[in-house]
Structure formats: structure tokens, C-alpha cells
């Protein structure tokens, strides 16, 4: 039984499984090693997904998601048309869509997968993608770290010596850094860290207010101010998709063109944009982007206890790091040259097959590493102190620091401190060493778990025992203990912002395959449809019409997903098309 090896990454995405002791890529339907996690619900109820869905996105911007990873683990919704999805709906599409793919490409029938996150994930963005997982019907053996799953990768490549390596990840949305030592048996995180919210797309918006910019200047308007609202969606869309095959031109070249012939009307006058940027101009534009990456390589390297000088070999993987400003300055920083024979779209997918691999033990022995990843958080509860005799709240107390191998338990007992109280209330939070005090947006319970049931008594003689226990997953899980009781409240974290109940997944499971089902309908009905236009062309002015409520009446059973009554009106449609064109 194959364990699928899934990169759900925020702009591609990609997938690979192990044959004869090796990873190798699967391609989907349209032979493609990557597919782009654009999803799309066209005017028809047909679900697209991939390459089609992105060549789409710039004539049916409203119909399009892209970039759904961004919004994981919010209560965010996704409107489109009347149908709204959580960003677990539409990864769970993804999934679904490669699920399939898998299935074709491997003639077998796929039901469990390895699913990669950024390390820098936080516990509700990994429970979002496991649960997106649960949402497409497959289960989800382990959610790897990104960067863990390159090295697993290039480790396995490169059996040979011992040496620290660190694993730059540069993606459409995230930016990890891991710092890894390698030997022949195992693969260990040292540190993690990153920003969830920078990587390639910020690039593309960056280069779309460029543009903007050189339009106002000339035009003196705004480039995104003028003509009816979907017009101006429209506009921005393909703004956004030039300026991305801009950006990777400019990785090749010294100079690249935004070329959009007739975007807009303006003044009754039709504009067609034509504007040149030189990499050197692109590159003081995403500068202060890079620099801030290389924060995040100075800390990672600290919390392992290196300097630069002790990393021997430099990982670079995720598209944006075909930028040659990322090559140069992570190669200046380390003073040695990155290594060049890792495809940075392919690693983390071929890692986390082999990851699939080692949990089934299908890999031959000399292939097992032992992989040892860190949490890259430091977790805690909020207590309250007595500072010159007052009590003060809010002071973030420590359970689990950041880079702790996992997984990791830690408990720690508190005291009451008001007489006769018989309740407590545990936030957790997730932050860094350096923080003294919590803040809102560290606090990844949505409402504190309360622990109740405590015996009446004076204040300070009551004990709670509170453990965290953070997984290999990075899932965490609080236990609350009344030690003069004996009485445990235990609590995975699924309470969180935009978790959904064991019932609201069963629901969306079943939603997810009827949207799949109405798509499939929908599609299969095409030609069908396209052919009574076309007869319909032609036809007298009354035959129009009943084609027409014909056509209307299919489209209706389709939306309806009533197979039995779209065959029923398939063959009316077609018998009435026959009858005409007799
Ligand atoms: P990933 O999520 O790893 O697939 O990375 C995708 C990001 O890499 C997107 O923002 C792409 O636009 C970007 N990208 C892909 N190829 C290039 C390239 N040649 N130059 C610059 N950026 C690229």
C-alpha cells in the first residue's frame, strides 16, 4: 500500500512515492511534476484544478482561489459565487485532486499520505491541513516540516559523512530556515525558523505596485481605480500573472517587460501597458525582504549553537530561491557555494515519500535514517505575578522553549490564588524565549480550557499539574491534573480559530464528494450542451427557444447532481436536436 508523499505548497504543489527503493515523482493528469494549487469553481459547477484553473484565473478571477495556504488555520471564508468554502475545503480539493491524480498515474487506490507543512506552521495550520487531509478521504500518516523533508531527501542522497547542513526554503507564501545535522544514520534538527507570511508572492504583489506606480505616473490615475468593479478584478489578476512571469524572467535575464496589451479602457481610449524593469531594479525592490530572511538564518544558527563557518553545505529549495539575489547573499553569508544538485520543486514532495516509506518500513535498511525534528515555537500559559505586592497578569510562563526535539512533554504546577476557587482557566500560547508577556495574537486557544472541579480551600493550597505534550506532528495536547483530586482534564487543542467539529468534517466530506460528483456531471454534459448551441445557431426562432428551456432544464438536474434525471434530460435534449436537424 503506497503512502503518498504530498507538497501542499501555497502556490504548487507535488507529490511523490517510493518504486524499488527509491522516491520518485508522480505526474498528474497533465504530465506535469508540479501542479499549481489553484482551485477553481467555473460558471458551470465544474471543479478545475491545477495549470487550467491558473490559465483561467485572469477571465475568471471571481470563480478562482489562489493561494488558499495563506489563510490555514483562520475562520476566514472563501466566497465563490454563492457557495462558500473554509480554506480546509479548498485544500481539501487539492488533495482530492491529487489523491486522484496518484491514483491514475499508480493504478492503486490511495488512502493514506505524508503531507508537508512549513515548519514555522503553528498548531492550528497543521491541524487545518491534516484536517483538509481527513476532508479528501485520505489519512494523514504525519505532517512533516518542509525543510525536514529536504534533508530527508539529500540525506538520503548523501549517506556519506557527517555535517551540518542548513535548509533555506524559499516558497510562493512561506519562508522556513532549518539548521540539520546529517550522519549516516540520522537526520537532526538543531533549530527552526521563519516567517509564514513572506516568500514569491509577496515578490509578484511588490512588482504589481511597481507597475502601478509607473502607470500613475504616466496616466496620472490609478491603475486600479477606474471602470466597473469586475473589470478592475480582472485587470488585477492578469497585473498579478504578468508581474510572476516577470519576476522569474528576471532570474534569467537582465531585463524584463510587463507586456499587457489592452488591459484597460480609459478616457474611451483603450491602454495596452508595456513597461521594462532591470533585475537590479527588481532586486532593490525585494531586498529588505531578503535581508529579513537572513534574521531568521542568524537566529536558527544561534539557537543550534554554530556559527556560519561550521555549516558545510547550503540546501536551497522552493521556487523563489531561483532568484539569483537569494543565492548570492545566503551564498555570501556562509562563504560557500549552495548546493546545486537538489531540484528545489521536487525534495520536500521525494522527502516526505521516503518519510511514507520509513513509517511502513518498505525502504531497504541502509535507506532508514532516524529523523529528529525540533518545535520551532516556545509554548506556554499565561500566570499571574505579585510585583511590589500587587498581582499583575499576563506574564507568559514557559512549559516548552523553542527547538526542543520532539516530541516533548513538560509539566509545571500552579497554585490557586483567590480563597475558594474552584475553577482555573489554562491559556496556551505559543511564542518565543525572549517573551515576557503573552499577547492575543500568541494565544492559540480560542477560549481558555478551563479546569473546574477543584475543592473549595484557602488561597494557594489547591495544586493544578498542567502538561503540554507537543508531537512529532507539532500538534500539541494540554493535561490539566487536580492534584489533591486526582481529577484529569485532557484537551487536544481542537477548539481553536477555524477548527471544525468531527460533524462539520463528516459534512464537508460529504460536500466535497458531491461538488466533485456535480463537476464530473457537469463536464460529461459539455459536449452535449455545446452541440445544442450550435444547433441552436441555426435552428427556426421557436426551436431556439424550446432548445434553450431544454438546455436550462439539463443545467438544473446537473446543479441538482440527480444523475438519473440528467440522463433522462441528456436523452430529451438529444432526441430534440435530432428531430430538428432532421
Ligand atoms: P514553491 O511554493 O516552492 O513552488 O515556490 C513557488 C514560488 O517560486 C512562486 O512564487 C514562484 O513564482 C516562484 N518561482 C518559481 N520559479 C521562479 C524563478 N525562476 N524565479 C523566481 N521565482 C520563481
Not at 548523501?158 to 544514520?185: A, C, M, W
Not at 478584478?233 to 524572467?249: D, I, M, Y
Not at 480550557?449 to 477543584?454: A, E, F, L, R, W
Request: one cysteine or more; charged letters at 30%; a negative charge.
Amino acid at each position: 500500500m503506497t503512502i503518498l508523499g504530498i507538497d501542499l505548497g501555497t502556490t504548487n504543489s507535488a507529490m511523490a512515492y517510493i518504486k524499488n527503493g527509491q522516491p520518485e515523482m508522480i505526474v498528474n493528469s497533465r504530465g506535469e511534476r508540479t501542479t499549481p494549487s489553484v482551485f477553481q469553481k467555473n460558471l458551470s459547477g465544474e471543479l478545475v484544478v491545477g495549470s487550467v484553473a491558473k490559465n483561467q484565473y485572469s477571465s475568471l478571477p471571481e470563480q478562482t482561489v489562489l493561494e488558499i495556504k495563506r489563510k490555514m488555520g483562520t475562520d476566514d471564508k472563501v466566497m465563490i459565487g454563492d457557495s462558500s468554502f473554509t480554506p480546509q475545503q479548498i485544500s481539501a480539493h487539492f488533495l482530492k485532486y491529487l489523491k486522484q491524480a496518484a491514483e491514475d498515474f499508480l493504478g492503486e487506490k490511495i488512502t493514506e499520505a505524508v503531507i508537508t507543512v512549513p515548519a514555522y506552521f503553528s498548531d492550528a495550520q497543521r491541524k487545518a491541513t491534516k484536517i483538509a487531509g481527513d476532508i479528501a478521504g485520505l489519512k494523514v500518516e504525519r505532517i512533516l516540516n518542509e525543510p525536514t523533508a529536504a534533508a530527508i531527501a539529500y540525506g538520503l542522497d548523501h549517506p556519506e559523512s557527517e555535517k551540518n547542513i542548513i535548509v533555506y526554503d524559499l516558497g510562493g507564501g512561506t519562508f522556513d530556515i532549518s539548521v540539520v545535522r546529517l550522519d549516516s544514520q540520522r537526520i537532526e534538527v538543531k533549530a527552526s525558523a521563519g516567517n509564514n507570511h513572506l516568500g514569491g508572492m509577496d515578490f509578484d504583489r511588490l512588482l504589481v505596485d511597481w507597475l502601478a506606480e509607473q502607470f500613475a505616473e504616466q496616466y496620472e490615475v490609478a491603475l486600479f481605480s477606474f471602470g466597473e468593479e469586475s473589470e478592475i478584478t480582472q485587470r488585477h489578476a492578469r497585473v498579478k500573472l504578468e508581474a510572476e512571469n516577470v519576476k522569474k524572467a528576471l532570474s534569467s535575464e537582465q531585463e524584463a517587460t510587463f507586456n499587457l496589451p489592452f488591459l484597460a479602457v480609459y478616457d474611451g481610449q483603450p491602454l495596452s501597458l508595456d513597461y521594462t524593469i532591470t533585475r537590479s531594479e527588481f532586486e532593490d525592490i525585494v531586498r529588505p525582504l531578503l535581508m529579513a530572511t537572513l534574521e531568521h538564518v542568524d537566529k536558527a544558527i544561534r539557537d543550534a549553537g554554530l556559527r556560519p563557518m561550521d555549516i558545510d553545505d547550503i540546501i536551497l529549495i522552493g521556487g523563489a530561491t531561483r532568484i539569483p539575489l537569494v543565492q548570492q547573499l545566503v551564498e555570501e553569508k556562509f562563504e560557500r557555494v549552495a548546493k546545486k544538485d537538489i531540484n528545489p520543486d521536487e525534495a520536500v514532495a521525494l522527502g516526505a515519500a521516503i518519510q511514507g516509506a520509513m513509517k511502513e518500513q518498505s525502504l531497504p535498511e541502509e535507506s532508514s535514517l532516524m529523523v529528529i525534528d525540533v518545535c520551532p515555537y516556545t509554548l506556554g500559559t499565561d500566570i499571574l505575578r505579585i510585583v511590589d505586592g500587587k498581582r499583575e497578569s499576563g506574564y507568559f510562563d514557559i512549559l516548552i522553549h523553542r527547538n526542543a526535539p520532539l516530541p516533548v512533554s513538560a509539566k509545571k504546577i500552579y497554585n490557586t490564588v483567590n480563597d475558594n476557587q474552584t475553577t482555573i482557566d489554562i491559556g496556551v500560547y505559543q511564542g518565543d524565549d525572549e517573551d515576557t508577556h503573552v499577547r492575543d495574537d500568541l494565544r492559540i486557544t480560542a477560549t481558555p480550557i478551563i479546569v473546574d472541579g477543584i475543592p473549595e480551600n484557602k488561597a494557594g493550597k489547591e495544586k493544578v499539574e498542567i502538561a503540554f505534550h507537543y508531537d512529532v506532528n507539532g500538534l500539541i495536547q494540554i493535561e490539566a491534573t487536580v492534584l489533591s483530586t486526582g481529577r484529569t482534564i485532557s484537551h487536544v487543542l481542537d477548539a481553536q480559530r477555524g477548527m471544525m467539529s468531527a460533524r462539520q468534517v463528516k459534512e464537508a466530506k460529504l460536500e466535497l464528494f458531491d461538488d466533485w460528483e456535480k463537476s464530473k456531471l457537469a463536464s460529461d454534459m459539455k459536449a452535449v450542451i455545446r452541440r445544442a448551441k450550435k444547433v441552436r445557431r441555426n435552428a427556426e426562432p421557436q426551436q431556439a427557444v424550446q432548445i434553450d428551456a431544454a438546455i436550462q432544464r439539463l443545467e438544473h438536474a446537473i446543479q441538482e447532481a440527480d444523475i438519473e434525471l440528467v440522463k433522462e434530460r441528456e436523452e430529451a435534449l438529444l432526441d430534440m436536436l435530432m428531430d430538428i436537424i432532421d
